[in-house]
């Protein structure tokens, strides 16, 4: 099993930047992709940015383009998401998620391709 916990979420207005960290433990060798996705009330979670862990493909949402990075350290199994220009429909509850197989391409941005999901960080951005 692995365990993934979420920290950094918070209020933050608009325009403004907010990092968030994930830290994996457990069986973290077979971790072989990781992710941030997103879901605000009454809508479908979506996905924000993900990487592959072997070669180090990212993938990042349209969305947020430009304006959130992922990064992450392998010695530590962290992922992190920096996220500058913070906009109000950036408000959502953030998970962090890993994957015991290398997703490439649009399998990483697919949410039932992975199998371990954090409880959650609310991310809330004033207008």
């Known amino acids: 099993q692995v365990q993934l916990v979420e920290s950094g979420g918070g209020l933050v207005q608009a325009g403004g930047s907010l990092r968030l960290s994930c830290a994996a433990s457990?069986?973290?060798?077979?971790?072989?992709?990781m992710g941030w996705f997103r879901q605000a009330p009454g809508k479908e979670r979506e996905s924000v940015a993900a990487i592959n862990w072997s070669d180090g493909y990212t993938y990042n949402a349209d969305s947020v383009e430009g304006r959130f990075t992922l990064s992450r350290d392998n010695a530590k199994n962290t992922v992190d998401l920096q996220m500058n220009g913070l906009k109000p429909e950036d408000t959502a509850v953030y998970y962090c998620?890993?994957?015991?197989?290398?997703?490439?391409?649009?399998?990483?941005?697919?949410?039932?391709?992975?199998?371990?999901w954090g409880q959650g960080t609310q991310v809330t951005v004033s207008s």
């Open positions: 457990g069986r973290t060798f077979s971790i072989y992709a």
């Open positions: 998620t890993a994957a015991r197989r290398p997703l490439y391409g649009s399998q990483l941005y697919a949410p039932g391709n992975y199998d371990y």
